[in-house]
């Protein structure tokens, strides 16, 4: 019985058909759990919509450009101060966000006056910033607002500025992911090949489905300095628009978040016959695994192994501290969905920690193909978990430290398992050697919390005892 | 000199100030014991509004969604919210209460809420006979008022559904404080506890602030209780601290059951604490305790240590909640701090017709602007542009980059203050409330002071 | 050749390369069929072709997987050239069964990504 019927889904027994116990002996031939499948309506689910996939994960984290949302005040107020992906601009990104604000005329009689006005305004109170991405939200996309036209006609109007239109309400697809497809495809069919870069190095890529968190762009950068590779474009960790428009003329594109950003590196192999390689840079085999094929791609390998062996011996022996003070900890990863497959074999690998759970919000079967490959048998593999589910897989399996985003981490602490944000990290960036060693010590802080003793003490117990044994 | 009031001219909105309707109606809706709101629409609608509050009040609550897809846009979304109602009260044996929330999404489609919450209905009753779960529409759609008016809705909706009937005499006090952190909750109750005055407080939001036990249980969520919403129909009377989140229900109360209803200004600062502590008095009979004559005291001798040596003649900008705003201008001229921008951060037209934003009108000595429907953009405009100099920002955590960025000490108060540890603990209401807001203000400029060398040698003997 | 060798390299496989699991089935058949191909001529120690993008992508994945097999499954050496061959193509139809031909993935065919 490898997929598995929780006790909480007895009224909902489809769920069944998403959560898979891997046994010894089977593999994804036998079972694939669905995902990317509508949620059940009250479920307490983890997932957020498509507008939210394609402006806060992916628009969002452009260091020059203006995110106007078309839509009622909430959608930009909730995706605003949600993130954590600098830049080296002074985070012109996380500090602002621009809303049509639409109101219930606007609804009536439609928007796009309002979205032009407001487009304008935009362009006029920041003069210094040229670019923008305009997104139609739920109500804008139900009463059929034309955005296009109105940015086509801003910029015949003002002939410095671009504006790129992302059409993925949050009905849209079933999760975030519909928000990344959306965003990938328009990109790479309208703005792609539009803008020449200078090139500047015989090697150059594009690095995709990297956003940036807590530094990790900035981080991998420098790796790619030494090793003398110009990355074209980064899609999009503190990445510029005009880069993107330029990803044509790179040679490689090295996908990290397949999830996210797969498409569009589809694409430019598809369109442009740019090869992809797909990397994992979280770990330290991983990392160097990655650093080795891209060297060997441009024929540069002994670059590579300099660089290797430089920062093996810098950070290697901080990793083997923790390893060895973490060796044996068991684990649950509940975040988007690819992390679950970067992650649960190079913890097991870098740090002797035992994956025993994971959840993804938005994965494809494509993601818990990698994921059930890549782990453990005994493991719980879930797509869309609640709430209700993951209590009783923890009871199941016993987590010992839980990579989750800060609200479920909240609720766990409640049940005296500390979490680390798997999201935007504690204390990043997570990626590349020295980011490995980072995400190591965050979770053996978290393990090592004194007050989780001290929360699961029950004074009036103890009391008790200390007054009998001083009786006695 | 004088006071001027003037609204956002610009159509777009950067940085907006408050999060919309059906977010208000999620926070009334969390604070009911044993209920879980269901919002009608795409699951970014709930999903970032429980995020929103994990980052205030570092806890989380449970909100549910109808997960509105492509399919339900096109066809109607009714079959999702019979399915979230059923599989919210098969799952959770507990519940008793969903306020099933409508957002911009699902009000252009125009579902019919009501039909679909009575079919469910029906089918709970044949499922679980002798089950009573209130099920009821929150209509909220975004692209009205806001947060604001959002709670307000939500709260009215509640009281609606289920205070129905008229009950018998409880000589209790309804306290309808508004969009409050759990610190104000538990002042408000101590004040009633110094008076001997029974009362509820809705809603009661004390255990937002909720602990890690030995057995683990979670006690994170509100207490306001089905009996307490029926109980209040029979109350003595029903105080409204909130002119824009709480006057609504109080209003209803009094239409409908004839519970006396009193609006008065909310408690922030000493003489609106005052004020409230007379109307108790009045109402209830009974005299101002001597401990709050105490408190009050000791939270005067506090911010007479502070007024005319550090606060008098400084600059002060104050956004956030309406009643919020108005009320944390009080305080700031009773401590000769000088409030000279006000922001009010939606398009309610009542805004400009306030008598306590009249009253300051007629009496400011000083020049004051306060703009209606205003978003940062404008705070952060006045204070980029030099026009204006401002020596302190009152408000909370999404003006942060104004005060970072133009190097302006600042206080955080309001809803969300996610970038200060433990604020949601306590009160802003009260004596003691202003006592620590005071204090706040201070050590936020003292520390200014430090990292600026601006007179740091000031407070070497103070 | 020996089914319990293809099994370990395939087993190996699975757990550590990402190329295998691509999006649509001609994408992962490429990469099977390239990348296998390669690292057979390396094996064979024939001079490998680096003259498209694509050779040399698939020269620098299976030269990574070339240098594991060699750590990890030190009896690869031992082997008659024909007999790597043999086991390779052994690898190249289990990775192509796992994940083309039986895989449950529903999006392997869809014609657009």
Same mark, same amino acid.
């Given at each position: 019985m490898p997929m598995v019927l929780l006790e909480c889904d007895k009224d909902i027994p489809e769920r069944s058909k998403h959560i898979y116990l891997k046994v010894e002996g089977e593999d994804q031939r036998d079972f694939l759990p669905i995902s990317n499948a509508a949620t059940i309506p009250g479920t307490l689910s983890e997932r957020g919509c498509a507008f939210c996939g394609a402006k806060l994960v992916i @628009? @969002?984290?452009?260091?020059?450009t203006i995110q106007m949302i078309h839509g009622p005040i909430g959608c930009a107020y909730d995706t605003w101060h949600t993130k954590r992906y600098p830049t080296d601009n002074g985070h012109f990104n996380m500090k602002y966000v621009w809303s049509t604000d639409m109101k219930e005329s606007h609804i009536v009689f439609g928007g796009e006056k309002r979205l032009e006005k407001s487009i304008n305004e935009a362009f006029d109170e920041m003069p210094d910033i040229k670019r923008m991405f305009v997104y139609t939200t739920c109500p804008t996309a139900l009463i059929g607002d034309d955005i296009k036209a109105v940015a086509k006609k801003v910029m015949q109007e003002r002939p410095d500025v671009d504006i790129f239109c992302c059409e993925c309400p949050g009905f849209a697809g079933v999760s975030q992911s519909k928000g990344h497809h959306v965003l990938n495809i328009n990109w790479i069919n309208e703005k792609v090949g539009t803008v020449e870069p200078e090139i500047t190095s015989e090697y150059t890529m594009n690095f995709i489905g990297d956003f940036n968190i807590q530094g990790d762009t900035q981080l991998l950068d420098q790796y790619w300095k030494r090793l003398g590779i110009q990355v074209v474009a980064h899609f999009t960790g503190n990445g510029t628009y005009d880069d993107l428009r330029a990803m044509h003329k790179a040679q490689l594109n090295v996908v990290n978040c397949a999830r996210s950003s797969g498409y569009i590196a589809n694409e430019l192999k598809k369109q442009y016959g740019i090869p992809r390689l797909d990397i994992d840079s979280w770990g330290f085999s991983y990392m160097a695994e990655g650093i080795r094929k891209i060297c060997s791609f441009f024929g540069i390998e002994e670059r590579g192994e300099k660089l290797i062996a430089e920062e093996y011996a810098k950070w290697k022996p901080q990793l083997d501290w923790y390893k060895e003070r973490l060796q044996g900890t068991k684990m649950a990863i509940w975040t988007g969905g690819p992390r679950l497959w970067h992650w649960t074999k190079s913890v097991e690998d870098d740090l002797g920690v035992q994956v025993v759970a994971m959840s993804s919000k938005f994965g494809h079967q494509e993601d818990v193909e990698k994921v059930i490959a890549r782990g453990g048998a005994g493991t719980y593999y879930i797509d869309d978990g609640n709430e209700l589910e993951f209590f009783e897989i923890i009871d199941l399996v016993k987590p010992e430290v839980i990579f989750t985003g800060p609200r479920v981490g909240e609720l766990v602490k409640k049940l005296h398992i500390p979490y680390v944000n798997g999201h935007g990290y504690h204390n990043g960036p997570y990626m590349g050697f020295e980011g490995f060693v980072n995400l190591a010590r965050d979770m053996y802080n978290a393990k090592a919390n004194p007050l989780l003793k001290l929360a699961a003490t029950d004074i009036r117990g103890g009391n008790k005892a200390a007054l009998k044994e001083a009786a006695e | 000199m004088g006071c001027e009031i003037t609204t956002r001219e610009r159509a777009g909105v950067i940085n907006p100030m408050y999060d919309c309707q059906p977010a208000g109606a999620q926070y009334a809706g969390i604070g009911l014991k044993d209920s879980i709101p269901l919002v009608h629409g795409g699951q970014g609608c709930s999903m970032f509004v429980r995020l929103l509050f994990a980052q205030h009040f570092k806890e989380n609550f449970d909100v549910a969604s109808t997960s509105l897809h492509e399919d339900s846009a096109v066809f109607g979304g009714h079959m999702r919210i019979q399915e979230g109602i059923l599989t919210l009260v098969r799952r959770y044996p507990q519940l008793r209460i969903i306020p099933v929330i409508t957002t911009c999404s699902t009000e252009v489609i125009g579902d019919d809420v009501e039909g679909n919450i009575k079919y469910a209905l029906d089918q709970i009753a044949k499922e679980f006979p002798g089950r009573e779960v209130n099920v009821f529409a929150v209509h909220t759609p975004s692209f009205k008022s806001s947060q604001v008016g959002g709670y307000s809705e939500c709260v009215l909706s509640t009281w609606k559904a289920i205070a129905k009937e008229k009950a018998p005499a409880t000589g209790k006090l309804n306290i309808f404080p508004g969009w409050v952190n759990p610190g104000d909750v538990v002042l408000l109750k101590h004040y009633l506890k110094e008076f001997g005055v029974q009362g509820d407080i809705f809603m009661d939001t004390e255990d937002f602030d909720s602990p890690m036990l030995p057995d683990k249980s979670i006690h994170t969520h509100g207490r306001t209780t089905v009996e307490d919403i029926k109980a209040s129909t029979g109350a003595l009377a029903s105080l409204s601290l909130a002119r824009y989140e709480a006057a609504s229900t109080v209003d209803f109360l009094k239409n409908t059951h004839g519970v006396p209803g009193h609006q008065i200004a909310a408690p922030y600062g000493i003489a609106n604490t005052d004020a409230m502590l007379q109307k108790i008095s009045e109402i209830t009979g009974k005299p101002i305790p001597d401990s709050l004559v105490h408190e009050r005291g000791v939270a005067i001798d506090a911010l007479q240590d502070l007024a005319h040596m550090f606060f008098a003649n400084k600059k002060v900008a104050i956004f956030g909640h309406p009643d919020l705003v108005i009320g944390l201008a009080d305080f700031c001229t009773e401590v000769e701090l000088e409030p000279t921008l006000l922001l009010l951060g939606d398009d309610n037209t009542r805004y400009k017709k306030d008598p306590r934003l009249l009253a300051m009108k007629e009496k400011v000595p000083y020049d004051m602007e306060v703009v209606c429907n205003a978003d940062l953009w404008e705070l952060e405009k006045r204070v980029k542009d030099g026009s204006k100099k401002y020596d302190l920002i009152l408000g909370h955590s999404k003006g942060r980059y104004v005060a970072i960025d133009a190097n302006i000490p600042m206080a955080r108060v309001g809803f969300p203050t996610f970038d200060r540890a433990g604020l949601y603990r306590h009160p802003t209401m009260g004596y003691r409330g202003a006592m620590l807001l005071g204090e706040q203000i201070a050590n936020a400029m003292f520390t200014h002071m430090e990292y600026t060398r601006d007179r740091e040698w000031l407070l070497n003997t103070w | 050749m020996s089914e319990q060798q293809v099994k370990e390299l395939f087993d190996y496989c699975q757990v550590r390369y990402l190329w295998q699991f691509f999006s649509r089935s001609w994408d992962r058949e490429e990469n099977i069929e390239g990348i296998v191909n390669a690292a057979n001529d390396m094996f064979h120690g024939r001079v490998i072709k680096k003259h498209t993008p694509m050779e040399r992508l698939f020269y620098a994945d299976a030269k990574e997987m070339v240098k594991d097999f060699r750590e990890n499954f030190p009896w690869i050496e031992q082997l008659e050239p024909t007999k790597i061959t043999e086991i390779l193509d052994g690898l190249k139809s289990m990775l192509r069964e796992y994940t083309i031909t039986k895989s449950l993935n529903h999006e392997l065919n869809h014609s657009l990504y």
């Open positions: @628009g @969002g984290v452009l260091k020059d | - | -």
